[in-house]
């Protein structure tokens, strides 16, 4: 694969922070190897973990080789980084179902298994940290770092000198020496070359450059993106629920999908960018298209498109702007029918709902005890019948008049009816 140049790229796409100098001549020298490190602490990796996945994925792209490092050592220390307190340890058995778990999601961004000579590698460094003792590691590689170059970090002068911290521990004052040494293994083992990270990581990477040059003999390089945030300041990654997560089972492909299509104008422009693999010349031609009618979302739809695709698929993706397009456009009783009942749901999240019995769907529920003495949806019989009478009840979207009677084949997924009066007012019948 013939190189393209890979800090050109992550520049117009706004990726890139800091580097080292000569970091683009290095790399345009010819295919090199750079890896980027993932915290194991979970079983899913979220979409705060997209920005350096996707520089992973560039990279390949360009022609160069990408080191997907699993930190299951350092997952047990925790990294002190712009953060304000230790995590939870978790044991080796978590750890490696956690890595699995992240193998596969990032094989959905990076080939592992092409045989090309550029084919993505994951490794995880509690392989050489486990048979490393406390002794040999201090003599071999503590000694070729002074504790003033480690307190000048500002990820540890945060920490010792923040008002709202209780310290440091030594445990995570280490931490830099741990992902230092990282990049020397690779740098001997892989070949590995540079380092990535977000702008926080700069500290952590540029002690591994030091520790190649005082113990390898060589030059490491250090590249950081910076740390994404919305346009109105909040964090990126998170929504009223938390993690917006890529496991279907935490996040599912709905709501993900539903996170990047209310994305606002201007994140739209820069997200674009960031976390899809569209070109140059498609993504300007799309932000002007986009700007001459905002109202239409095109933008938007198409980020919300491309990412649920390569994080899910494309079935996945039809199914969610299938189910976005029940509650916000025209949609018939089957294509409610069509959800699955996390999608159903995750579609009508926080809609009121009451219980019905399974003897009461038998019989056949009267729609005017549907609407008021069964759910309260409605106050009373009156207005139940003046709403019917207005023509403003549906029954799983579609109109119904005051014969109607609900059965077994109202329901959704065996379990559900949507009641509905006018637009935007919704009620869901449980069957229990």
């Not at 480690?150 to 010792?160: C, E, L, P, T, Y």
């Not at 997200?271 to 095109?298: G, M, N, Q, W």
């Not at 559900?416 to 069957?431: A, D, H, P, T």
């Amino acid at each position: 694969m013939a190189l393209k140049n890979f800090v050109e790229e992550l520049t117009w796409r706004g990726m890139i922070h800091d580097a080292m100098p000569d970091t683009e001549e290095h790399l345009m020298e010819q295919m090199r190897a750079a890896y980027i490190g993932f915290d194991p602490t979970a079983d899913s990796l979220h979409i705060g973990n997209l920005v350096p996945i996707m520089m992973l994925a560039f990279f390949q792209r360009c022609g160069h080789k990408p080191v997907a490092l699993v930190g299951g050592a350092t997952g047990m220390i925790g990294d002190p980084s712009g953060k304000s307190s230790e995590r939870n340890l978790l044991n080796e058995e978590t750890l490696q179902h956690n890595q699995e778990c992240v193998r596969k999601q990032l094989s959905q961004f990076l080939d592992f298994s092409s045989g090309e000579a550029n084919e993505a590698v994951m490794v995880n460094n509690y392989d050489w940290m486990k048979e490393f003792s406390f002794l040999d590691f201090i003599r071999d590689v503590g000694k070729h770092i002074t504790v003033n170059y480690m307190m000048a970090k500002d990820s540890v002068k945060n920490r010792i000198t923040g008002e709202e911290t209780e310290g440091m521990s030594f445990t995570e004052f280490t931490y830099q020496l741990v992902q230092g040494y990282d990049f020397l293994h690779l740098f001997k083992h892989q070949g590995c070359t540079l380092q990535m990270g977000g702008s926080d990581q700069w500290g952590n990477i540029t002690t591994g450059t030091e520790l190649i040059r005082r113990i390898g003999g060589g030059k490491g390089y250090a590249l950081t993106c910076p740390l994404i945030t919305k346009s109105d300041g909040s964090k990126f990654g998170k929504s009223e629920g938390g993690n917006v997560w890529l496991d279907a089972k935490r996040t599912s492909p709905y709501k993900f999908y539903q996170y990047w299509l209310n994305t606002s104008d201007e994140d739209a422009e820069k997200y674009i960018r960031i976390f899809t693999f569209l070109d140059k010349d498609t993504i300007e031609t799309l932000v002007a298209e986009h700007r001459e009618a905002p109202h239409a979302r095109s933008l938007q739809k198409r980020l919300a498109k491309e990412v649920t695709i390569t994080v899910h698929n494309e079935v996945e993706y039809e199914n969610a702007v299938k189910a976005s397009e029940i509650l916000f456009g025209r949609s018939t009783s089957d294509d409610l029918k069509s959800l699955d009942e996390a999608t159903f749901l995750d579609v009508f999240d926080g809609v009121p709902q009451a219980e019905i019995s399974e003897g009461e769907i038998q019989e056949g529920l009267h729609i005017i005890a549907a609407l008021a003495e069964k759910s309260g949806f409605l106050k009373s019989n009156g207005e139940a019948r003046r709403a019917l009478k207005e023509n403003s009840i549906s029954v799983n979207k579609e109109k119904v008049s005051d014969a109607y009677t609900i059965g077994k084949s109202d329901l959704i997924n065996n379990k559900f009816v949507l009641l509905q009066r006018g637009k935007k007012n919704y009620f869901i019948l449980k069957l229990v």
